[in-house]
T-cell receptor, first 114, second 115 residues
C-alpha cells in the first residue's frame, strides 16, 4: 500500500498558485518525498524531491513540514498544461536488497480552469 | 537525450491470446521497471531489473506474466494467456545508478485491451 494520502481532486484558476498537499505521517528518517505528474495518455514525469529542506526547481517548489509528516507541492503560476494527476511518493526500501521501491497511490487530479 | 521507448503504443487482443511488449530504456540506465496501470489507478510495479538481474517481482502474476532483460539493456514483458482483467496501460521506466538514481523516467506506455 502507498504510504501517502492525497486529496482525490483539486481545481485551480489559471495563473494562480496550485498548492497540492500530501500526508506521509509514517515516513522514516531516511525516506525522501518525491512528486511525479501524469498528463493524459503519457507516462509519469518526475517533478521534484526532497528530504527535509524546502526545494525549488524550474517546475515547482516543495515545502516539507518540520516534522516531515506532510508536504505541499506548489506550482507558482498554473497553466492549462499543468492539468494532470499528481503523485506524492515516499521512497521505501525493498526486502531482498537495498534497492529503492516506488509505490504509487491514486494521486490528485488537478484541473486548471481558464 | 532520447527517452524511454516502448512499443507498440496500442494492442487489442482476445482473451487467452498472448502478447508481448518491448522497452528500450535510456542509454546507460542500469535499472528498468515494468508497471501496470489500470484506468483510474496509480501505476503498480510488476517487476524491477538491476542490469539483467531481477530485484523485485513480488507483484508479477508469474502464472501468466514473464519478463526478461537480456544483456541488461532492452526488455520484453509477455502475457500468456491474457485475461480480461489484464486490460491496462503497461509502463516501462528506467533510472540511473548515480546520485539521481531514484528519479525514474517513464515511457509513454502500451495500452492493452483484452476482449
Amino acid at each position: 500500500d502507498a504510504k501517502t494520502t492525497q486529496p482525490t481532486s483539486m481545481d485551480c484558476a489559471e495563473g494562480r498558485a496550485a498548492n497540492l498537499p500530501c500526508n506521509h505521517s509514517t515516513i522514516s528518517g531516511n525516506e525522501y518525498v518525491y512528486w511525479y505528474r501524469q498528463i493524459h495518455s503519457q507516462g509519469p514525469q518526475y517533478i521534484i524531491h526532497g528530504l527535509k529542506n524546502n526545494e525549488t526547481n524550474e517546475m515547482a517548489s516543495l515545502i516539507i513540514t518540520e516534522d516531515r509528516k506532510s508536504s505541499t507541492l506548489i506550482l507558482p503560476h498554473a497553466t492549462l498544461r499543468d492539468t494532470a494527476v499528481y503523485y506524492c511518493i515516499v521512497r521505501v526500501h525493498g526486502v531482498k536488497t537495498s534497492y529503492d521501491k516506488v509505490i504509487f497511490g491514486p494521486g490528485t487530479s488537478l484541473s486548471v480552469i481558464p | 537525450e532520447a527517452g524511454v521507448a516502448q512499443s507498440p503504443r496500442y494492442k487489442i487482443i482476445e482473451k487467452r491470446q498472448s502478447v508481448a511488449f518491448w522497452c528500450n530504456p535510456i542509454s546507460g540506465h542500469a535499472t528498468l521497471y515494468w508497471y501496470q496501470q489500470i484506468l483510474g489507478q496509480g501505476p503498480k510495479l510488476l517487476i524491477q531489473f538491476q542490469n539483467n538481474g531481477v530485484v523485485d517481482d513480488s507483484q508479477l502474476p508469474k502464472d501468466r506474466f514473464s519478463a526478461e532483460r537480456l544483456k541488461g539493456v532492452d526488455s520484453t514483458l509477455k502475457i500468456q494467456p491474457a485475461k480480461l482483467e489484464d486490460s491496462a496501460v503497461y509502463l516501462c521506466a528506467s533510472s540511473s545508478s548515480g546520485l539521481a538514481k531514484n528519479i525514474q523516467y517513464f515511457g509513454a506506455g502500451t495500452r492493452l485491451s483484452v476482449l
